[in-house]
Structures are given as structure tokens and as C-alpha cells.
């Protein structure tokens, strides 16, 4: 035993971290034990006990089926490996050659999980963050240039509209804001015609009832001037007076003839 622990010990002196020894088939115990690069006080002759049943199994079965055997032991914050090899005599293998050697850099299959979803979750949140700042300027972009636009119309409601750059769902907004700030703009130009139009008629209106006071004011005065010309008519023989009073009676009947046509015109329609 001494003998195979020195030649563990020489073979091992620089393997940091690794233990091993030997197995010997015939009385199936473990022997030449060394661990030449043990950090504690002293130097450490004794295998590890929890770790000794997986030893025994793996020496074990590499001398049982005469080939070398690994396990790799996963735990909560490290993994073990163990590794045997057959020592073999005039063909016949007569024990093995083992080695442990702990990993602490190595974590287990649950810690690479936890961690592969750890920086999953952090990737995700990172672009979550990512794609939120992005939508947040946009957003706040859009929502600037819709407002100064909305201060545009509030000033001239004929400026014309910049192009907008942005969200879709805010350009969707401007673009409704520009088509309702057309449609007023529109409005407010039939409203103007509409006055103008209105203000057109109310002059019209007022040149009609002038017109209309203006004949009634006529009709007599002319009515009278007929009836004196048709009386100095009669009453006088000379041909000269009768051609005058013919020319002022057709000069009557032209001015009465204006005079009905204004008081058509200027008569309400039904």
C-alpha cells in the first residue's frame, strides 16, 4: 500500500486537484491512496467517504470489464469526475488505476438552466427596454409634430402640411388632423360666400323696395300729367299743340311701361 501511495503521489505531484489510487480485484479494496496536491495542513492518506462508494463502483467495474470507465458526478455547486483503467497481467486484469478530481469552475445541469433563463430573462428584458425607449421616442416625436401642426392651423388654417415622420398609428392622427383642418378651411369659405352672398341679396332687396317706393312715386305724378295732356288735347285745335300732346301722352305711356316693369319686379314671388 505504501508502495502503490508513493507511486500515486509521483505520478500525481502535478495533476492540482486530482486524487487517485489503486483497486485490487482479488481482495476488491482500494489501496496506494494519494493526494500530492491536497491545500489542507498535513498530507491526506484517507479517501473521501462520501465519495469512496463511486470510486469502489468505477474501479469496479473497469477491472470487471476490462476497459476504462468515467463517471461525472453533478451537484448542487460542482461536479466530480472519476475515471478508472484496468491494470492488466499476462492478460488477465488483475485490478485498476483510478482518479477523482473535483470541478468547483463547473456548475451543474440545474445552474446552467438557471442561468441560460437568467440571461434569457435579462436579453429579453434588455430588449424589452430596448423596443419601449424606441416606441417612447417615436411616440413622443409624433406626438410633437401633431401638435405643431395643430398650432399651425390654429394660426392659418391654409398652411400647408409637412411630411410626417413617425408611428403609423400617429401619422394615421396627422393625416386625420390635416383632412379636418381641410374640411374647415372649406367651410368657412362657403360660409364667407354664403354672407357675401346673403349680404348681395339684402342690397338687392333694399334697391327693390327703393325701386318699388320710387314708381308708386311716379304712377301719379305721371297719371295727372296724362290726363291734363289729354284734356289740352281736346280743348285745343291747333295741329301743332295736338302733335305735341301725341309725343308727351307716348313719352307717358313709355315711362308707365318702366314704371310697371319695377313694381313686377319688386312684387314678392309666391
Given amino acids: 500500500d505504501d508502495v502503490l501511495s508513493l507511486m500515486t503521489t509521483v505520478v500525481l505531484k502535478n495533476e492540482q486537484g486530482t486524487e487517485g489510487g489503486f483497486y485490487s480485484k482479488a481482495s476488491d479494496r482500494l489501496l496506494g491512496y494519494a493526494y500530492p496536491t491536497h491545500e489542507g495542513p498535513g498530507v491526506k492518506r484517507d479517501i473521501p467517504p462520501i465519495e469512496r462508494p463511486m470510486i469502489e463502483d468505477v474501479a469496479r467495474r473497469a477491472a470487471s470489464q476490462d476497459q476504462e470507465v468515467s463517471y461525472t458526478y453533478r451537484g448542487e455547486r460542482a461536479a ?64 410633437s409634430q401633431i401638435e405643431e401642426r395643430l398650432h399651425e392651423l390654429d394660426r392659418d388654417f391654409s398652411s400647408s402640411a409637412k411630411p410626417f415622420s413617425g408611428l403609423a398609428e400617429l401619422a394615421r392622427i396627422y393625416q386625420g388632423v390635416n383632412q379636418l383642418a381641410e374640411s374647415l378651411r372649406q367651410k368657412i369659405e362657403q360660409e364667407r360666400d354664403l354672407r357675401e352672398q346673403l349680404r348681395h341679396k339684402e342690397r338687392l332687396a333694399a334697391l327693390g323696395q327703393v325701386a318699388a317706393g320710387v314708381a308708386h312715386e311716379l304712377r301719379n305724378p305721371l297719371a295727372t300729367i296724362r290726363l291734363r295732356t289729354q284734356m289740352n288735347q281736346r280743348a285745343v285745335s291747333d295741329s301743332a299743340v295736338q302733335q305735341s300732346c301725341s309725343m308727351v301722352l307716348e313719352e307717358i305711356d313709355r315711362l308707365n311701361g318702366i314704371v310697371e316693369r319695377l313694381l313686377y319686379f319688386s312684387r314678392p314671388l309666391n
Avoid: H, Y
Avoid at 116 to 122: D, N, S, T, Y
Fill in 80 to 143: 466530480i469526475v472519476f475515471e478508472a483503467a484496468p491494470i492488466v497481467l499476462k492478460g488477465n486484469p488483475i485490478g485498476s488505476a483510478w482518479v477523482m478530481k473535483r470541478l468547483p469552475s463547473l456548475r451543474s445541469q440545474q445552474d446552467w438552466t438557471l442561468s441560460l433563463g437568467a440571461a434569457a430573462f435579462v436579453a429579453l428584458s434588455l430588449v424589452c427596454v430596448l423596443l419601449a425607449f424606441l416606441v417612447a421616442r417615436d411616440l413622443g416625436s409624433g406626438v
